[in-house]
């Protein structure tokens, strides 16, 4: 095996059928204007970067469409549901992001609770099995729970994507168990989607062995979402690399570094 | 008879001349075809299509795009 170091990158990233070498994707939402977005976006170094469906402002009072600002050329739209609270909507969304004409991929969401924006698994599973049928690769947001991220798998999700914590709550990694759990069990990717805060948080995250790590509020609401943006970039290769090296084992006592022998009398 | 119709655009009613496409619509609005998505009353009319559907009183259409989101 080439070592990462060697090559100063390891094996792209592979969903459904297509390859991707940045492991961090990004969100669109929620910056302070478009000019910010764009700088971070560059600075996370992302190829897939995720947009809402949204019905057009007629009275163009607000802000147009994201495409206006994004180059479709150069990042991967990966189009979500959010929002979503059924199955039936989550299959409408999906359907007209498909046909935008940029790719199959759609980000599944189906919220089951508006207070904590927890996935609703019926929900999810449902609307999953439909738009695999329909011919979509699913990425599918869920919580941490196994039997729902096998069952997603089973149904034919090309990635499955449990959080980390709530949408929007920066708490980090709460269930890092959870999360490790399902990356052993699953054999496609495992992206861990909504809940990192901060750097230490993606580290964390990607040192659970996880494919990859998607992420929004963490750069839109940052003081300064470039840094950040700058700042998950290495995180996110840093826990992967730490992840690959393999850490030392945790003892509970003291070892030294230094030999013992050799001392002065 | 009237020489408009009313129609539901993205939840809003829209008078709209009588047999007017949904591509005629679209362009009335100052909208680019290219840059919206178009359900017709629950279906997904494809681009080629907007120009041979008609739009008929109570019809309810969705133009929709992207937007920033996680």
Known sequence: ?265 | MSDRVDVLVNGQHRAVPRGATLLALIQSLELDPRAVVVEHNRAIVRRPELDRVTVAPGDAIELVHFVGGG
């Open chain 1, 1 to 265: 095996m080439t070592s990462v170091v060697a090559t100063g990158h390891e094996t792209p990233l592979t969903i459904g059928g297509r390859a991707f070498h940045s492991r961090l994707m990004v969100g669109t939402g929620k910056y302070r204007d478009n000019e910010t977005m764009v700088r971070a976006i560059e600075a996370s170094g992302a190829e897939i970067v995720t947009v809402a469906v949204r019905r057009v402002d007629l009275d163009r009072t607000k802000e147009g469409g994201i495409l206006a600002h994004l180059d479709p050329q150069k990042y991967f739209l990966l189009a979500n549901t959010a929002g979503c609270y059924t199955a039936d909507d989550a299959v409408r969304y999906a359907r007209l992001a498909r046909e935008a004409g940029f790719n199959e991929f759609i980000k599944l969401e189906v919220i089951g609770d508006q207070e904590t924006l927890l996935p609703d698994v019926q929900g999810l599973l449902a609307a999953a099995v439909t738009l695999v049928r329909d011919g979509f690769q699913v990425l599918a947001y869920t919580n941490e729970d196994l039997v729902t991220a096998l069952r997603l798998a089973d149904a034919g999700c090309a990635a499955v994507m449990p959080l980390a914590s709530p949408i929007g709550s920066g708490l980090g990694l709460v269930n890092p168990y959870g999360v490790r759990t399902i990356k052993r069990r699953l054999t496609v990717p495992v992206v861990v989607d909504a809940g990192v805060g901060t750097a230490s948080d993606a580290c964390l995250t990607m040192e659970q062995g996880v494919d990859g790590i998607l992420m929004n509020t963490a750069l839109a609401a940052a003081r300064d979402p470039t840094m950040m943006a700058h700042a998950m970039r290495l995180a996110v290769e840093a826990g992967r690399a730490a992840y690959l090296a393999g850490r030392m084992p945790r003892r509970e006592v003291a070892v030294p570094s230094s030999p013992r022998e050799g001392m002065l009398d």
